[in-house]
């Protein structure tokens, strides 16, 4: 009898028919939870369901750091009620039609979890960037139509259309029973490839494997070869699902990447692929070529050269960025091998530049900045405007097609080679270089060639080009302004800001004035004293010397300016010495000797000094050559 009575008790409990007070309770709207507003309570096995709901509701609201049934993801109070009427009211609502529905106990723990799944990985992916906040709308949509055609025994395929790859994917994979569920699937490759071509192979790979022989597949290969043949040659040399369907692809250029995949000199080789599957250059003949390093390095450059000149004419050729990435890496080698031999006579030292054209030599210095030393920019740059006799500067550039012309004229502003270059040129066509130079910058991809610029505003020296840059930078604003382009009107309005504010060497100019409070920008010229003292107000500041003869001569000159005065106090110690203002605003400078054997030694004391003591310098000064700069 007791064992019968216990069993009965637990029937009546899983039925639904008898719960704990706690349990089914309905939920308010103070707890931020599901608010049934009928009579009815909730059975206790759906309690558990709804409470994962509330709780990953609750998470979506805490993103803003306050929890008060408001999801405020921007500062559109408009789009904040809409995200969180989704989240909230579409929610709940989706659950009361659960809960009131007349589908069986297993159908709707499987909608409820299935919603808070959606709502789950909502957090997770607005918590690693792959969805806007906003996103919430869409995705509660999409996910409820989802729903209703799962719930009434339609397909979920239809619904992959007409939004994004992270929503769709979301609320596809909440639904794996659906009969639909494999159209769906194609769907969303299909939706990958056109959102995300570049990581398309991995992911079809990764996720899609089962996928792999889907019609559609050898075109969406074939379309990736054309953007990125590298990523193509990959998966094609890999012993995969993927890399065997690749093998098989039909397409001309997948097959001259499988055959330069095949050649034992893939690297090499893969940067000429429009040209090998265009029948211009063969694979053993640029096998052959490679073995001679200077001989295939004239020959990338006037590839590049071509590959710039067909993209002006409006031919699209493949492996661009692939070459511009060999020509780099290869005009290093120029610039390491110069640089190594920094003590060496010049005749000995640029031996390996002897041989290069004008040509070869401009983009070794324009992919070199971050290891050329500063002498070695300028041995190589006296070379190339010698070897640009008779020609100008003008017909240089017109040779390269103005690739990274701006870079170029950075560099030269930075190591005071400018004026001679321009020299070479009739002064209206210097003045036309100029204008081009800092012109059409809204239409460039990315922010480089703004950066250029604005690296070479603070090392040209010359007034009336600074002046004439002024205007063309000012012009430019105002022409971005009239056409209402953003992008243009942000650029040359930082360009303006920066340019203007150096030109007056004041803070308080108009235009500066203007310019930083419209943008919200902190002075671009100068630094206030009170952002490089610490808390207490006082300021740090670091100065490295090194071990050569130019090293000691500097730190010489450096300490005589110091010495004998009474408005400094100095303490020296083995690796460095520390002055101290004894006048005026407190101000340290830790200086660290030049050391001729042991300048890591004393580097690395001083460091520690600073860190055991918890001093933070604001300023930092490089005194020395380039090649120490790593160091400092």
Known sequence: MKRFFIFFIVAIISCGFFTSSSASVKMSQQQSVFNDTSSNLIPIYLQLWHDKISKAQGETDLFDGKKDQLVEVSNDKKMNKEVTHAIYNKVNKMRSDIEHASSDRRHKIFYLNSIYKMLQHYNSARREGLLQPQDAIVLVDNFSKMLHAARNGKSIAPYVKNVSYEVASINVTQFSQNFGYNKARLALLRLYA?????????????????????????????????????????????????????????????????????????????????????????????????????????????????????????????????????????????????????????????AAAEELTPQEIYYVLVNSQEEIYTSSFVGLYHRLLERMKPESGEHLLMSVVLDRFRKFITLSAAYNTLDPFLSTMETSKASLLMRKFVSGLQNTKGLANAVDVADAFGSIDDSVLLDNLQQQVNLNFQKMKAKNNERGKVIYGLLATLFNTRNSHSAAGDWADQMSEKLNLPPLDYIPYEELTNAEGHIYEEVFFYGDKDGFASYRSFMSSFNNSANWDITSRKYWVEINSSRGKPITIFAKKPMATEDEEGMRALQQYLKENDINPSIFIHRGHSYHAQAS
């Open 194 to 350: 056109k959102e995300h071509p570049e990581d398309f192979l991995r992911t079809l790979n990764q996720n899609y494997s089962d996928l792999v022989d889907a019609p559609f597949i050898d075109s969406v290969v074939a379309s990736i070869a054309v953007n990125y043949p590298v990523k193509v040659y990959n998966f094609a040399s890999s012993y995969t699902v993927l890399g065997r369907k690749i093998r098989k692809n039909p397409d001309s250029l997948v097959q001259t990447i499988v055959a330069i995949g095949s050649s034992g000199k893939a690297i090499q080789l893969l940067p000429f692929v429009d040209y090998i599957n265009r029948g211009e250059y063969s694979i053993s003949k640029l096998k052959k070529l490679s073995k001679n390093q200077d001989d295939f390095y004239s020959l990338s450059v006037k590839t590049l050269i071509d590959m710039n000149m067909r993209t002006l004419k409006g031919e699209s050729p493949v492996g661009v960025k692939d070459m511009e990435f060999n020509v780099k890496n290869r005009s290093l080698r120029y610039v390491r091998m110069v640089n190594e031999l920094h003590e060496s006579p010049d005749r000995i030292r640029f």
